[in-house]
């Protein structure tokens, strides 16, 4: 059989748009050394200050502080794009949304485009993809092995009507029960019309799951990712493994639910002064707001169930690399596709600039080649990590992407990362643009006011100094400028699409 041809990309097409080529030769590991394994470990909607390892005595995570002990675990890392879809596309095709084109959680990367997946198995490895990645249809993007939220379901048989009540239970999904960030359903086409459940729920009346520990979808994916590095332990192997948590629904485990977390107890942080920020934060604060403070509760407290539970089945992926003795050459990265804002500013979920939601965990550990219980200050970015990983793994570099390999700063925490990250979101309706530097992050909303911050005096983002810093932010939007100019969005059109 001939390989798979394509033809490259019309003249003038973006040069950062990397497609799929034939398939190379598997290239031979260096001489006498095994490649190095690679497991990463990708949770959904992690805000990057809830672990013990980062200070936080809010929720124990010992499975994340085992791992930060073995290597580097970076303090500021962000998302392109704090939503699901667009970000997770980001992390495998090491480009910004404005590049690869998914812009909202209804998009679908394109089968031509080229993934972290293609140029780990086009080298040789054994690629696997264990849970969510909300490809949203039944595209493997390069992964050879793979069992995602259909697989669960079918594991579920009659307790999938379980899920389907908690899915309904988030304010307004009792009316349609269809969540494709939940997997319900994980490939969006299938039902074609309204889902089968909507009047067949009955949503929880309180914190705990009615699902047994385990067979919630953590621990489904736990499962698979060992049975996965005990069935390919004796050859290289590139293994994601997507978990659902601490993401809704918010109904963990019991034991971990009023248990640890009752919801009367939980503090809400106060709004704040919501008039200087722009429109679209003001009306996102009102209608979380419109809850009501016993919904918002119970929110706070199974986010925090959740990512306990998280941290249990992540031990579990960690403890099978241990018994299986790979730990050493494995390149382990944990992190997260967004963050989740918990309450701060009046906000919850994503879909804005602030720290908890565009800031991400990041830890690699690497114990054969990477320092151990290290720290970096450095700016990096989230899509950043398919070079990285190509670069610690000692593969070729996988050509032109968005932005390069950091590399360097995983083996040399100490070193000063790049001047400034980015971000990017609402490209198709409502455009809005970040940059971030050591000191300040400025936000520039079209059609809106900017906002500003100086994280130096105000690192909780509480005072837009957009108007008194005329001088700081006129640079800051040249900077933007230079790396994303707004006026060549080709995606504007009208209406936000459906979340």
Same mark, same amino acid.
């Given at each position: 059989m001939r390989p798979l041809e394509m033809k490259a990309p019309a003249a003038g097409a973006s040069t950062r748009r990397a497609f799929l080529s034939a398939p190379a030769a598997f290239a031979a590991a260096g001489a006498g050394q095994r490649r190095p394994n690679v497991v990463v470990l990708l949770s959904d909607q992690h805000r990057p200050d809830l672990m013990t390892c980062a200070g936080s005595s809010m929720v124990p995570t010992p499975s994340l502080d085992r791992l930060a002990a073995r290597g580097v675990r970076f303090e500021h890392a962000y998302c392109p794009y704090p939503v699901c879809a667009p970000s997770r596309m980001s992390f495998l095709t090491g480009l910004y949304p404005h590049s690869h084109g998914v812009l909202d959680n209804t998009m679908r990367l394109g089968w031509r485009q080229r993934t972290v997946a293609h140029h780990f198995r086009e080298h040789g490895y054994n690629t696997g993809l264990i849970g969510k990645m909300h490809f949203l249809d039944g595209q493997n993007h390069g992964f050879e092995y793979r069992l995602g939220f259909n697989d669960w379901l079918m594991y579920l048989g009659p307790k999938v009507q379980h899920f389907a009540n908690e899915i309904a239970s988030y304010p307004g999904y009792e009316k349609t029960v269809y969540d494709t960030g939940s997997g319900l359903p994980d490939v969006a086409d299938v039902w074609d019309g309204p889902s089968p459940w909507v009047g067949k729920v009955t949503p929880p009346a309180g914190l705990a799951s009615e699902l047994a520990a385990g067979d919630h979808f953590d621990a489904f994916v736990a499962r698979e990712a060992v049975r996965f590095i005990r069935r390919y332990k004796d050859e290289p192997f590139f293994l994601v493994a997507g978990f659902l948590k601490p993401h809704a629904p918010f109904h963990p485990p019991k034991g971990y639910a009023e248990e640890l977390y009752p919801p009367e107890r939980i503090e809400l942080p106060p709004p704040g002064d919501v008039t200087q920020y722009p429109k679209h934060v003001q009306a996102a604060v009102a209608r979380y707001q419109a809850m009501g403070e016993r919904r918002l509760r119970m929110i706070c407290a199974g986010y925090l169930g959740n990512l306990r539970y998280l941290d249990v089945c992540i031990g579990d992926v960690l403890k099978a690399l241990e018994e299986a003795g790979l730990v050493e050459n494995t390149i382990v990265v944990y992190t997260s596709d967004h963050g989740e804002m918990r309450g701060e500013h009046g906000l919850f979920q994503k879909f804005v600039f602030f720290e908890p939601s565009v800031g991400v965990p990041l830890i690699v550990s690497y114990p054969r080649a990477v320092p151990a219980g290290k720290v970096s200050r450095a700016l990096v970015e989230y899509q950043a990590l398919y070079p990285t990983l190509s670069d610690l793994a000692g593969l070729p570099s996988p050509g032109q992407l968005d932005r390069a390999s950091f590399g360097s700063l995983v083996h040399n925490p100490d070193a000063p990362g790049p001047p400034a990250v980015f971000a990017e979101y609402a490209l198709s309706w409502a455009p809005?643009?970040?940059?971030?530097?050591?000191?300040?992050?400025?936000?520039?909303?079209?059609?809106?006011?900017?906002? $500003?911050?100086? $994280?130096?005096?105000?690192?909780?983002?509480?005072?837009?100094?957009?108007?008194?810093?005329?001088?700081?932010?006129?640079? $800051?939007?040249?900077?933007?400028l230079s790396w994303y100019d707004p006026a060549r969005n080709p995606f504007r059109k009208s209406k936000e699409p459906q979340r």
């Open positions: 809005r643009y970040m940059i971030r530097t050591d000191r300040y992050k400025y936000i520039y909303n079209e059609g809106d006011i900017a906002e $500003l911050y100086d $994280l130096e005096p105000d690192p909780g983002e509480r005072i837009n100094r957009a108007a008194s810093m005329e001088g700081v932010r006129a640079r $800051l939007h040249e900077q933007l």
